[in-house]
């Protein structure tokens, strides 16, 4: 069965404040995807990534996927009070099937 | 335009009793359908997947069970609610193998 594991899995920082968070797998992704959702919604996708090594930009937000396409991170740079969320890596189509995994989750506060 | 809605959005709901959560997709046909259960503040847990009428992929051994009657239509139920069964529970719906997950507002269950 295969375990998408992030990184951390709490972090409070302060506004300004640039960031990492990891994704990694025990098995090779044949894509990855990023969610952002707030509390009381279901999560937004913010990107996907497929080739290994790719990077993505979106304003702020930085996604690198993995060589080996087993990990993938988000960089947030100069972090805003509405970057706060749970962000969640998913793997769209676990072992080629139709199932979507989702990650642990890391829950980024953001203070002004 | 497509839309996804889930109700109830919160029920409190004695162990022992039934459950019924309803989730119906507009403006798409043929959907891929899943529920999901999030505990608070972490990721998202897989319970059941639907890719056609009548096809249920049960993902954890529960006593929770789903029915998908019509084409738009996932229904998530239960004969008798544990207190484990409380938690966020998310119907969601994609177009395509590995695309884009849309979810819907979410359902919140407290078991008492």
């Known amino acids: 069965t295969q375990l998408l594991e992030q990184s951390p899995q709490f972090l409070s920082i302060q506004e300004g404040e640039n960031l990492t968070v990891y994704c990694n797998s025990s098995s090779v992704f044949s894509s990855l995807q990023w969610y952002r959702q707030e509390p009381g919604e279901g999560p937004v996708l913010l990107v996907t990534v497929v080739t290994g090594g790719e990077v993505k930009k979106l304003k702020r937000l930085t996604f690198q996927f993995g060589d080996a396409r087993k990990d993938s991170s988000l960089h947030i740079t100069a972090a805003q009070p509405g970057d706060t969320g749970l962000y969640l890596c998913a793997d769209p189509s676990t072992s080629g099937t139709y199932k979507y995994i989702f990650g642990t989750g890391t829950r980024l506060k953001v203070l002004a | 335009s497509q839309t996804i809605h889930q109700w109830p959005a919160t029920l409190v709901q004695p162990v022992g009793s039934p459950l019924s959560l309803e989730c119906t997709v507009e403006?798409?046909?043929?959907?891929?359908l899943y529920w999901y259960r999030q505990a608070a503040g972490r990721g998202l847990q897989l319970l059941f997947y639907s890719v056609g009428i009548g096809q249920i992929s049960s993902e954890v051994p529960q006593n929770l069970s789903a029915s998908r009657p019509q084409d738009r239509q996932f229904i998530l139920s239960s004969k008798k609610l544990l207190l484990s069964d409380s938690g966020f529970y998310l119907c969601?719906?994609?177009?395509?193998?590995?695309?884009?997950?849309?979810f819907g507002e979410g359902s919140r269950l407290t078991v008492l």
């Open positions: 403006g798409t046909s043929n959907p891929n």
């Open positions: 969601a719906w994609s177009s395509q193998v590995a695309g884009e997950l849309f």
